[in-house]
């Protein structure tokens, strides 16, 4: 089973990343872009079979690893 | 004192901190490498400085989940003093020992120069030889040293008096000039409640020999040598 998880900057948390690609955006005419945040995307191939077991594992490892959750949300989907 | 330095793979201010360290207690500290699971009996843990796993995922994380820190945590916890310098600041955030997070720099860019720093908190084991309010020259070297908390962590910090150094403008005025990096609350430095824990972006050990043009640290490492005597 293949995880995809999407780890994003929560609301409010100050994006200079995100900023920059915007600022770069309007510098190329893409003047009705607003609200750019950056993320990460990641992916996981897992060996169980078991959707509910794979969601509870891949969560874990976001709250552990993956995402810090101060700053961060996640959001995982599973491919079979 | 009985110093230890835990050593990542990706390190690169471990050594200069030893010999820091080593001029204030007159002995070498322990070079520990990440992989250790248990410490000799300590009074100092410092975590360095560098670029600990090439930075990837987040700053520090993947350093955090090494097996070391597990036993620096329960070190933390019986009351060793710990410091964590930049890199070693951004792994206590990412263990939990010390709340927040360091966000990439407000201007997207590697900041390396002097900064001044107001004194907050003298009453640790760090800073009992500073003078509160005072202002003092450091070094800064990094990508990633925007504190960033909520409103209600920050406030929690503020009340408890875990802030232990603020930037600052030469003259001492604390304002958004004198920040390099956006941080919250201009935080350069934090301690844990309990105040047995420093965090900070700065490099003391650039700053422990005149040699270097400046020994405006020495300070800090003869505070944590006085604290143990």
Redesign the interface.
Known sequence: MKAKVHITLKAGVLDPQGKAVEHALHGLGFNSVSEVRQGKYIELKLKTKDKKKAKAEVEKMCKTLLANTIVENFKVDLDE | MKAAVIVFPGSNRDRDVALAVEQSTGQPPAMIWHQEAKLPKLDLIVVPGGFSYGDY??CG??AS?SPIMAEVKRQAAKGVRVIGICNGFQILT?TGLLP??L??????KFICTDVHLKVEQTKSAFTSRYKKGEVIRFHIAHNEG?F???AKTLKQIEDKGQVAFRYCEANGKVSNAGNPN?AKNHIAGIFNVKRNVLGLMPHPEVMSDPMLGCNNARRMFDSMVEAVA
Request: proline content about 0%.
């Open positions: 995922l987040r994380a993947m989940q990412e927040g997070v966000m990439r720099n407000r201007g997207l925007n960033y908390a909520d956006g």
